[in-house]
Every structure is written in C-alpha cells, then in structure tokens.
C-alpha cells in the first residue's frame, strides 16, 4: 500500500521519465552504443514498474471514489488563473498500467522490427516523446493541460505517422491526420473557453461542482459539451473526422499499434470517460449516435479492405465505435473497459499484422497465406488477439464488447432509441468476419507468392516476446468478469442505466445533479451501502440523490438493466460465432466464390472499397470549396491588393518625378543661383583686394577725398 | 605782399599731396619712406602755422618737434626693415616683396 505521496510522485517519475529517454535518445542517441535504444526500454520498463506498483496499491485499495490530487499555480493573472496539477484515481491508474504496458511492449518490439532502420535513434526518442505526452494527458488535472497534451500526442502522431517521410504517402498522410484533428481540436478549445469563461476555473472536479450547482446549464452545457466531444470525434477518429485513421497506417507498425490503435485514439474516450459529468443528455444523444454510426461503417468498410493493417485500422475505428458509443448511453465504466481490453488485444494485433510484415515484406494479404507453419508464436498469438476481439466468451474482449452493447441496448429500451444498438451488435457480427478472414488469408491455405513464403520467418525474441505477453493479456485482462463485479469495479464507480435515463426526464440544474449520480451512486447496492460509499467519498458529487435509483422507476429500470444485459449477451455471443463461421465457410473452406458476390453486389462493394466516399465527399466540397476561396483570395491579392499596392507604387513613382523636377529646377536653381552671385560677386570684388598696401592708399585717400566732396556739396 | 595763413596750408596741402603722390605711386621701398616723411613735414608745417596764426602759443612748435623726433625715429626703423628686405629678397621693390599674398 503506498502513501498518497508516494503515489503522487512515482506519477509524476512515470511523466518524467519518457522525458528524459526522449531528450537522451535525441539529442545523444547517435553517440551511444546500440543507438540508445536500452535508454527507452530500460526507463519504459522502469515506468511500467511505477505504473503496476500504483496499480495494484489501488487494487488493494478498491475503492473507486479515492484520488490523489497535487496542483500548483502556474499562471496568475488576476482573473486569468491556471493550476498545473495531478490527478490519480483509479482510472488513471488504469490509463497508466495500460499505456505503461503498450508503450514498454512498443519499445521493445521496436528494438527487432526498426532495426537496421537509417533513423532508428529518432523512432525512440519519438515513442519517448509520444508516451510523455500520453501520460501528461492521463495525469492531467484540469483541461488546460489536458489541452496542452493533447496538442502534444497530435504531434507525436504526426512526426510519427510521417516517420518515412521520403515515401509521398506518408508524407500527405500525416498532414492529413494533423489537419483533421485540427478541426476536432477547435471544438475542443470552444468547448474549454464556454466551461471556463461560464465557471472561471478548468480543474475537473471543480467544473463538476459548478455543473452539480447548475451555474453552467441548458443549451450552454449542450454546446459545450458537443465542442469537448469534437476533441474526441477527432482524436479517437470518430465519424465523420474518423478519415485520418486509415491513412496514418503509413506510420511504422509499431507507432500503428501504440498510438493508432492502443492509446493515443484513446484519448478521446478517455476525455469524455473522465469529463462524463460535463456532458449533458443532449451531448450525450450526439455521442451515442456517433459512436454508433462510426462502428457500423468502419466494420463494414473492413470487409473488403486488403491490406492488413488498413484492415486492423478500420477494426480500430469500429472498436472506438464501440467505446464512444458507451459513453454515449452514459456507460463510462465499459467504455474504459473495452478501452483497456481493446488496448491489449488491438496492440497484439498490430504488432502480429507488423511481425507477418516483417516476414513477407508486404501488406496485402493476398501475397500471403500458409504462414501458421513458418510463424508458429505470431500465428498462435494472432488467434487469441483475434478471438478476443469478435467477442469469444473468456477472452478478454467478450466481457467488455457485451457490457457496451448491454448498456447500449439498455439504454434503446429505456429511451426507445434502438438504433445505435442495432448498429453495434451488426458490427459485432461483422468484426469476428473480417478478422478471421484475415486469419485464413494469412496463416492458413496454400502460399499465394512462393517467393516471399520461402523468404519468411519467425521474427526475433524482441519482438515475439511483446506479442506472448500481450497474448496472455488478452486473454486475462478482464479477469473473466464484467466490469461491474470484476476487478474493474475496484477502480472505476460502476454505471447505473436508470440515473442515466432519468435524467432524459428532468431539465435543467436537476439533469445536471443527476449526472454525478450516475457516477457516485451504486445501482446495484443497497441504499446502506450507497450511503456508506458517500460517506467516503472525495468526489464534490456528494449525492443528495442518492435514492433516486431505489425510488419509484428505479425498480422497473433496473429490471430493464438486467434483461438487456442478458439479451445482449446472448446476442453477442450469437452474432460472433456466426460470424466466425462464415469467415470460415467462406474463406477457409472457399466453398463461396467471393468474386461472384463481389460481382453480384458490386454497388456495395464500390461503396465500401471507397470508404462510403467521406474522402470524396470532402474533397468535391470542404477542399473543394477551401480551394475556390483559396483561388478567390489569390485573386484579390493579385488584382486588389497587388492594384492598390502598384497603383501606389506608380503614383508615388509620378509624384517623385514632379518633386524630383521641382528639386532640380527650382531648388537646385535658387541654390545654385546663390551660389553663383556670391561667386560672380566675389570674382568681382576679388580684384579690389590685391595685397598691394598702395592700392588700399588711393581707396582710403580716394573715400576721404569723397567724403569731403560730398560734406561740402551737402 | 603779406604772407598769411593760407600761404601756409598751401604750401603744406601741396607738400602732403606730393608726398601722398610719392606713397601710391613708388615702387622703391626707400622712395616711399621718402614720401612719408614729406607728409610728416608738411604736417609739422600746419601745426607751425595754427600756432601762429591761430592759437597763439607753444603747442604747435612742441607738436612739430615731436615729429620731427618721430620722423628720426621712423627713418630709423623703416630703413632697418629695408635693409632687412633686402637682404632677403635681394630688391628694394616694394611690389615683388609679396610671400603674405600667396
């Protein structure tokens, strides 16, 4: 058990020290023996060290509500006022354990794949550089540096994304991936401003205080909301900014697998999941909705998709589908659920995708098939990551994928909003199709290019070992329970569907108290425990309604909870076992000729080849459109600005002539006029002056001499 | 015929204007101190006149006798500087002496 203290600064040695592997990897890394790459293992593996130790203080802890808060001032300006501090909670040290783990296994499997690589020093000192960056978002205590963080992953994502920034796609896609989290991140900043300029403060749990006591509500709140959740829309690549994701596959596979698969599109979830409180129902309408739609395109965009890891890129748009749409029926406890597992087994599964790479020297599946034999550890490692994702009971993915659609479909029966379930459990019979596919396209039949097959090999110990150890966490991280009773339920408060519903019937400042209900409040317990549970708790969300969930609709709803779940888990289960044995009759035993499909249904087959077209979509009207006013704006600059600009040129030009003639003529005339009557003068008087002592006798006889002619005259 | 006052100041008017002449127009050096002192003269002239005719008394004769005096001490001096004109430019010719003006 550790001391508050020494939890708050091993949080902040885990900060500190990706910080230090990225400052000594680049700026010393070509001087040091192996490039430095010990330098990022060893100071991961110590924070990931850190991250279990205050993990499992917290397991033993067990209780959710405890958190650990250190903050200091960091700007002061009289109404301007911004703390930098650190926050840890039970979720964040999830968040840590998880980004720990993902990024250390990250390193290390870099050591085998970028090996040999020209700029093999930069990739660590940028993995180091990205993880900083990460975990200054998970440690972070109020939005501004969570702001900050976040702006910081976005560019860790794109140095990264653009790692090989000689290959031309590369090089447009992490534009495109920095561009589009742009527009996300403007709604992100607006949504920041609204809570700070309606609160005056950006710490987390006193804006959950302030939306408690309604001084933010109503449509402000909505607005508000949407604009933090366009944070998330662009940074987990939701629908419709969700067009970066696939592209940033150009990154190297293992930053595919750490930050485009693992944590930093996680971001956006776990923004929303730890924000939960600031997000009105409304909001919340637009985030079920989203996160549904994204789920259902990107499963069925999957489908057709050849290349490996744009496959594993869509099936990480679903998933993050998936949790967006938890948050959305206000169900942040499975969301982070699915988050953790969903880091495990996406990570395994971009790692194993990067190991079959490594091996064949390709992307597309159809140059690979047969490979189980040659890569027995990826192969079997693959499986389980696979399994775990469609949803197989006791793998780790089945337990959180079911508590989503179980809230999910919930929430559809309380609210008759069936929609986003339909669309998610679609996708859940859809994932465990494309992924096996991808099974039976790379590991099993017969070597469709002999040449590669024959080239092959099990990858080195570096990089198989991160592939065991995520295999095993993808079959263990649930701890074969559900969120709500499993070990899970020790670091996040479990979720209530009826409080979350039951704020759909209030307005005003009371929705907004019933949203920390849901957070604080213990659906499941009896009121004695609820109240003991507030007794202890440290959250400003002290509960006044405490009761809510055992009074009047609270029983009906509860019931609804629970007959959802079951639905919803039988239907899972369902829906994955088809689709597993489809892939399998289809592309195992090829007893369906999928050209004849792909002929018969080729409108759809267009549609999702093409990605529902949102590329193209952008591209007839957002850069359409950015480019006419582009085209417009030069024109003005040539025609307008450039006119006034050389009209004043060419006046300024005539107006210097006139003076320029005015100088020379009548200036230049008088001084030099001046100049020449003093000289004509002086040549004349010159000639009196001879120097002869005589001569000036005969001037001053010759004045007397007048002088006294004209005394006497006068 | 009675000789009066005017007579005087002709004779000095004639001999001041011979020797104003003899200044402006000589070139020797000696020829010009020469002329000086025929100015001086016709001076001492005046004032011999004025005293007799006009203010009866000694002033006048004492004023020419100091001129006289000066004129001596003049000659003196002025004909020391001629000689050492000469002696560096080798002429007497007032006009050729001119190193001041270049």
């Avoid at chain 1, 000594?24 to 924070?47: E, H, N, Q, Y």
């Avoid at chain 1, 794949?113 to 440690?139: C, K, N, P, Q």
């Avoid at chain 1, 069936?418 to 459990?425: A, E």
């Avoid at chain 1, 704006?633 to 107006?655: E, H, P, Q, S």
Wanted: glycine letters at 10%.
């Amino acid at each position: 058990m550790m001391s508050d203290n020494a939890i708050l600064y091993s949080a902040l040695a885990i900060l500190g020290l990706p910080l230090l592997s990225y400052v000594l990897t680049f700026f010393f890394g070509k001087k040091l023996p192996r490039k430095g790459d010990w330098i990022g293992v060893g100071l991961m593996g110590l924070a990931e060290l850190l991250a279990i130790r205050i993990f499992i203080s917290f397991w033993k802890l067990g209780d959710p509500t405890h958190r650990v808060e250190g903050s200091f001032t960091w700007i002061d300006l009289g109404g301007f006022k911004v703390d930098a501090g650190v926050l840890v909670d039970g979720t964040t040290a999830i968040m840590l354990m998880v980004v720990c783990t993902v990024s250390f296994l990250v390193h290390l499997y870099s050591v085998g794949y970028m090996h040999g690589d020209r700029r093999y020093e930069r990739f660590f000192a940028f993995l180091g550089f990205f993880t900083f960056s990460m975990l200054g978002i998970v440690l972070s205590n109020n939005l501004f540096f969570l702001y900050v963080f976040w702006e910081l992953v976005g560019l860790a994502s794109y140095l990264l994304i653009g790692f090989f920034f000689h290959k031309h796609s590369a090089a447009n896609a992490n534009k495109k991936a920095f561009l589009t989290n742009r527009v996300g991140d403007f709604g992100f900043w607006l949504g920041i401003l609204v809570f700070f300029t309606a609160t005056g403060t950006l710490n987390y749990f006193e804006l959950f205080a302030h939306v408690h006591a309604g001084t933010i509500k109503g449509s402000l709140l909505a607005w508000a909301g949407v604009g933090l959740f366009m944070g998330c829309v662009g940074k987990s690549a939701q629908m419709p900014l969700h067009i970066w994701l696939p592209d940033a596959m150009e990154g190297p596979t293992p930053v595919s697998a750490l930050i485009h698969a693992a944590t930093m599109v996680a971001a956006g979830v776990y923004m929303v999941a730890r924000l939960a409180p600031l997000f009105g129902p409304e909001a919340g309408m637009v985030i079920l909705y989203v996160g549904a739609i994204t789920a259902f395109i990107a499963a069925t965009i999957a489908l057709v998709k050849t290349d490996i890891k744009r496959v594993l890129a869509f099936s990480t748009l679903s998933q993050l589908g998936y949790m967006v749409m938890a948050l959305g029926a206000g169900d942040s406890v499975n969301s982070m659920f699915h988050l953790t597992t969903h880091a495990m087994f996406k990570a395994l599964l971009f790692l194993g995708a990067g190991s079959v790479i490594h091996a064949v020297h390709s992307q597309e599946m159809p140059d690979m098939g047969g490979l189980r034999k040659k890569m027995p550890i990826t192969f079997v490692t693959f499986v389980v990551a696979t399994l775990a994702i469609s949803g197989v009971p006791f793998f780790a993915g089945f337990y959180s994928k079911d508590g989503i659609l179980g809230s999910t479909l919930a929430f559809g029966m309380i609210e008759g909003h069936y929609l986003p379930f339909i669309l998610g459990i679609t996708a859940a019979a859809v994932t465990p199709f494309y992924m096996f596919r991808i099974v039976f396209m790379t590991f099993f039949g017969k070597p469709r290019d002999q040449e590669k097959f024959d080239h092959a090999h099990e990858s080195g110990w570096s990089m198989t070992v991160p592939l065991m150890i995520l295999g095993a966490l993808s079959i263990c991280a649930a701890g074969w329970q559900t969120a709500d009773v499993g070990w899970f339920s020790r670091f996040m408060v479990k979720y209530d569907v009826p409080a979350i519903a039951a704020e759909f019937h209030m307005e005003g400042p009371a929705a907004a108290e019933h949203l920390d209900t849901s957070h604080t409040d213990d659906g499941h317990g009896t009121p004695a425990d609820t109240h003991a549970a507030q007794a202890d708790s440290h959250a400003p969300a002290g509960d006044a309604h405490a009761a809510t969930a055992d009074d009047g609709h609270g029983d009906a709803h509860h019931d609804v909870h629970h007959t959802a779940h079951v639905r919803a888990m039988a239907m899972s289960i369902g829906a994955a076992f088809l689709g597993i044995l489809a892939s399998w009759w289809v592309y195992h035993r090829r007893k369906v000729n999928t050209a004849a499909i792909q002929a018969r249904l080729s409108g759809v087959h267009t549609v999702l080849q093409g990605q529902y077209f949102f590329d193209e979509f952008y591209a007839a009207t957002i850069y359409r459109a950015t480019l006419w006013w582009a085209a417009m704006c030069a024109a003005f600059d040539k025609y307008v600005v450039d006119g006034i600009v050389n009209g004043t040129g060419y006046l300024t030009r005539m107006m210097s002539w006139v003076a320029g003639q005015i100088d020379r003529w009548v200036v230049d005339g008088a001084v030099n006029g001046v100049a020449a009557v003093l000289q004509g003068a002086g040549e004349g008087f010159r000639r009196l002056q001879t120097g002869r002592v005589q001569t000036y006798l005969v001037y001053a006889s010759a004045s007397v001499l007048l002088l006294v002619l004209v005394y006497r005259v006068l | 015929m009675n000789v009066g006052l005017p007579h005087f100041l002709t004779v000095s008017a004639a001999l001041f204007s011979l020797g104003l002449f003899a200044v402006m127009s000589r070139r020797n050096a000696v020829g010009i101190l020469m002329g000086v002192e025929l100015m001086l003269n016709a001076a001492s002239i005046n004032f011999v006149a004025f005293s007799r005719y006009v203010q009866h008394g000694i002033d006048g004769q004492i004023m020419s006798a100091f001129i006289i005096v000066l004129a001596a001490a003049e000659a003196a001096v002025a004909l020391a500087i001629v000689l050492a004109m000469f002696r560096n430019f080798g002429t007497v010719n007032a006009d050729t002496v001119q190193s001041l003006k270049q």
